[in-house]
């Protein structure tokens, strides 16, 4: 082939064919490319074919001659082109032309297959520089061809139509496999334009999907756009290294000494009045006795009722009343309950128990037995029961709860450690400090078996504008709450309320029961999504953005994150 030393283009009219000429080079420049000259994918291949060839008579005895001497240098004769040379050239030039055309024919294979929509797939947008990040990406919406207008556009065409779609302020996450366009996202940009109600965000998938590599990936670009990250729960000891890999990024692991107090007091830097003071001891009140409560749901028995009746709540609100806004640990609250003398001198104040006060005393004493492991001599103490030693840094970029030690194997002390960590995190929200966090929660399934958490995680969204909170809630399967939906749970109306407030959800792919249980959380799933879900490629997932249409979603991260992410070493026992 050669080359017009003008216009660097190929010179067709220097192609000869028949003896001793150029083999025919096929091109694409009369391939009916249906996006035009514009949108037309050229070819380049790069070759390199061997000619072998032969030794003259002057060049052999060159060769003799240098390899019998000792030392010194000797020019070699000019080589002469001869006829088995000009046969070996040719051989090779042939080998290389048949390698381009057999390139280009594959292509125009690949186009013609494109261009027939033989299974009634929809084209696949203009081509750009994405279209190397998802070329290997064939799945797309089995939606015949069709008219339709832009506001039917999301109905018809199921996950086609995200090019139309405004776009949500935020940083970069990945590109949408479909339309090709770059994504962006950040929690409180989707409220921001109207598309969802609140931050919150429901992740679910199979493990080995990319689901936590995309909780990683959003997290990290939000940290860069300004947000504050907390992960309640590292089991798996995969966010401490994001955690390690940012500056400023903290990583806690309550026990050996180091103590969390759940019940701290909040940040009150920013109240400025009477009013405000009211509403706030109000708040610590009642966050105090949630505290209380999910750790007493922590130790509850499986299949036993709650450990707390009404008369020792009464108790333990009475209690939580005589700190005020004052400092409370667990050891002090649990010896006071053990205190007959502080029961005497408060059961009077507690409606009900005005007379009663042998019964005052027997509750207050039960009270103090549930939580008594969890103080000094029982058998989950060490991490919660006093005043905190760990100092965090509310300004931190990232805050990250380790929990991937062998203690936590234990189901109870996980439950207990959950609960606790639970209510710091409320204690550090209810600052309202101006900071936006977003809290993550891996394997959400065993924060929302406990119904106190729940109504934690309610509050929560309730006043997400006022503490500036978004709840990211990731779990592995959808099955994996089960016990949540069984008949006749109470968690089941609850669980299905906060899931329909989480108005993003990003799913990756699942089957079996855990598609049913997906359609009952999310009853508005399209046959599209019913049948694309269990086909979804790796990495790739759906996301479902408010009542907008879905769209499928590729993250993407640089090589250095991509290291800090990659967690397929774990699953297979590597170190």
């Given amino acids: 082939m050669t080359v017009n030393d003008t216009t660097g283009a190929p010179d067709t009219s220097a192609r000869r064919t028949g003896d001793g000429g150029e083999p025919p080079v096929p091109l694409l420049e009369d391939d009916g490319h249906r996006l035009g000259a514009a949108g037309r994918r050229g070819v380049t291949a790069f070759g390199y074919v061997p000619a072998p060839t032969r030794l003259s008579v002057r060049e052999l005895a060159w060769l003799l001659h240098v390899r019998g001497r000792d030392r010194g240098l000797v020019r070699p004769p000019a080589h002469a082109y001869s006829r088995a040379d000009r046969k070996a050239v040719d051989d090779a030039a042939g080998r290389l032309y048949a390698m381009v ?16 929509d033989e299974e009634g797939m929809l084209p696949v947008g203009s081509p750009s520089p994405m279209d190397i990040l998802t070329r290997d990406f064939n799945e797309r919406p089995l939606v015949p ?84 990250v907390v992960v309640q729960s590292d089991r798996q000891g995969e966010w401490k290294a994001v955690a390690r890999a940012i500056p400023g990024g903290q990583v806690v692991s309550p026990g050996k000494g180091s103590y969390l107090n759940p019940f701290a007091m909040p940040d009150a830097s920013h109240l400025k009045g009477d009013r405000d003071r009211a509403a706030f001891r109000q708040e610590v009140l009642a966050g105090r006795k949630s505290a209380m409560m999910s750790l007493a749901e922590a130790v509850r028995e499986p299949g036993r009722p709650f450990p707390l009746d009404k008369d020792m709540l009464s108790i333990i609100d009475q209690l939580i009343a005589s700190y005020g806004t004052g400092p409370m640990t667990l050891s002090d609250a649990v010896g006071r309950l053990s205190d007959w003398d502080w029961v005497d001198s408060v059961y009077q104040r507690i409606h009900g128990f005005e007379h009663y006060r042998d019964l ?18 029982g058998t989950m103490s060490g991490m919660f029961d006093r005043e905190s030693t760990i100092s965090l840094d509310p300004a931190a970029p990232i805050i990250v709860f380790d929990t991937s030690g062998p203690v936590f194997q234990d189901p109870t002390l996980k439950r207990v450690y959950t609960a606790a960590v639970s209510s710091w995190i409320d204690r550090l929200l209810q600052a309202r400090d101006g900071r936006r966090r977003i809290i993550v929660c891996e394997e959400a399934w065993d924060l929302l078996s406990n119904p106190q958490l729940v109504d934690s995680l309610q509050t929560r969204q309730r006043s997400a504008g006022h503490w500036g909170c978004s709840t990211w809630l990731i779990v592995h399967g959808v099955a994996d709450m089960t016990e ?62 408010g009542r907008t249409h879905p769209r499928m979603i590729l993250p993407i991260a640089g090589p250095m994150w991509e290291q800090v992410f990659d967690t397929s070493g774990l699953r297979k026992g590597q170190s």
């Fill in 145 to 228: 061809w069709h008219q339709t207008s832009t506001g039917r556009a999301g109905v018809l065409t199921t996950m086609v139509a995200g090019s139309g779609a405004p776009p949500i302020p935020g940083p970069p996450i990945g590109i949408d496999a479909l339309s090709r366009d770059l994504f962006t996202f950040d929690c409180w940009g989707t409220y921001d334009i109207g598309a969802t109600t609140s931050p919150d965000l429901f992740m679910s998938g199979l493990r080995g999907q990319g689901k936590s590599w995309c909780a990683k990936v959003l997290a990290v670009r939000e940290i860069g756009y300004g947000r504050h």
């Fill in 484 to 545: 949540v939906f069984n008949q006749g749970s109470g968690l089941r109306g609850k669980v299905e309320q906060l899931m329909n407030l989480m108005e993003t959800k990003i799913i990756y792919r699942q089957g079996g029961e855990n598609i049913t249980l997906l359609n009952r959380l999310i009853p508005d799933l399209s046959e599209d999504e019913l049948d694309q879900i269990p086909r979804l490629a790796q990495g790739f997932g759906i996301w479902r953005i």
């Fill in 360 to 377: 005052a005393r027997e509750k207050a004493s039960e009270a103090a037995r549930v939580f008594s492991p969890m103080v000094a001599g």
């Fill in 101 to 116: 055309s057999r390139q280009i024919d594959a292509e125009r294979r690949a186009a013609r297959q494109r261009q027939r």
